[in-house]
């Protein structure tokens, strides 16, 4: 299949990107590098520099491309960040993604995997969560996500367009040419390992009062290859027939803020400087996923995704980057 990959110079792009091109795919990515990072690119991928939501771009690119399938990662992905400015976040996850899908549209594309996420359901109301949990976000990014999944349903109940969106919970992990990196970085793991390696300023831990046994907030951590490999697994599905799914991708195993500092000290044998620092609005206590559907419609099963794993390979990656 030739697919287009948008957002392939960031992180999780870039993993998948490398992944399909090993698979035998052809890939286009699709960038506009305002977060991304040319290092992630895949030389065996055609890189083209523009934005999701230029239409006038989108029409050439898929006018002289045939494109099979979209992989759509491109956007922002600070949950905090989005509730400082709401409507720029709206306007780059929500507006650019209803763009691209009308470009599709326009050139005969069906086939598109979203990147959704698990900002979409809010403050747990059970754990772990599945996917009939109800969406009620607490962070402008969650809600620019969920906007995006309910305009795919609508499209695609009108049989224009099939989906599969992936509600990844916190990507993590890295591998041999991919270290988690963001612009701003607003991630727990690569913040904390910059701390320990004295690159980076103490890190802060945003609340130690949530309703947790340590107080700091839990989360469900997935590597970065096993989220990859789920890209693949819903292309496939879609080969096959699927025509709307929307799933987890989590592991049911949360850790808190507190159990990954000291996994992280234990692995890199160094100490992680931090302080306390108040909630960020929009930060749910809890977020750990039921994967089930994934497992049982996709086949999907996590394998790199422990907690040690997840922090071994990012250490590593960290190292090579930084020395
Ligand atoms: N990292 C996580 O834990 C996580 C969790 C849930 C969902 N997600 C989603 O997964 C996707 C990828 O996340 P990531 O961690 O790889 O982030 P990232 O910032 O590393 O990658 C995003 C990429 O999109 C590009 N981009 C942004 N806006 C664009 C635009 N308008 N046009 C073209 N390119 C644009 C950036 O340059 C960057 O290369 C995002 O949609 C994010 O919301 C990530």
């Not at 349903?153 to 890295?174: K, P």
């Not at 507190?258 to 400087?273: A, C, F, L, Y």
Request: glycine share 10%.
């Amino acid at each position: 299949m030739h697919i287009l990959v948008t957002g392939g110079a960031g992180f999780i792009g870039g993993v998948t990107t490398e992944m399909l091109c090993s698979a035998g795919h052809s890939v286009t990515v699709l960038d506009d590098l305002s977060t991304g990072d040319r290092a992630n690119l895949d030389a065996r991928a055609l890189f083209l520099e523009g934005d999701v939501g230029d239409a006038a771009f989108l029409d050439v690119l898929f006018a002289e491309h045939s494109i099979d399938a979209v992989v759509h990662f491109a956007g922002f992905i600070a949950a905090g960040e989005s509730m400082r400015v709401p409507s720029h976040y709206l306007e780059v996850n929500t507006g650019r993604s209803l763009t691209l899908f009308a470009a599709m549209a326009r050139h005969g594309v069906r086939k598109v995997v979203f990147s959704s996420s698990a900002g979409v359901y809010g403050e747990p109301h059970f754990t772990p969560m599945t996917e009939t949990h109800p969406t009620v976000p607490t962070s402008v990014y969650g809600l620019s996500k969920l906007l995006v999944e309910q305009a795919l349903v609508a499209i695609a109940a009108q049989g224009q367009l099939d989906f599969v969106a992936l509600r990844y919970f916190n990507a993590a992990g890295g591998t041999q040419g991919h270290v988690e990196c963001h612009q701003p970085e607003s991630h727990l793991i690569p913040l904390a390992l910059a701390a320990a390696a004295g690159h980076g300023p103490a890190l802060l831990i945003f609340g130690t009062d949530y309703p947790t046994p340590d107080g700091t907030c839990i989360r469900d951590y997935v590597h970065v290859e096993d989220l990859a490999r789920a890209h693949l697994l819903a292309l496939s599905a879609l080969d096959q027939g699927t025509t709307a799914l929307v799933c987890n991708l989590g592991t049911g195993q949360g850790y808190s803020v507190t159990e990954v500092i000291s996994t992280i000290e234990r692995v890199t044998g160094r100490t992680v400087p931090a302080g306390v620092a108040p909630r960020r609005p929009g930060d749910p206590a809890e977020l750990v996923a039921a994967s089930d559907l994934a497992r049982e419609v996709l086949g999907w099963v996590p394998e790199r995704s422990s907690l040690e794993q997840l922090v071994t390979d990012a250490w590593d990656g960290y190292q090579t980057l930084h020395g």
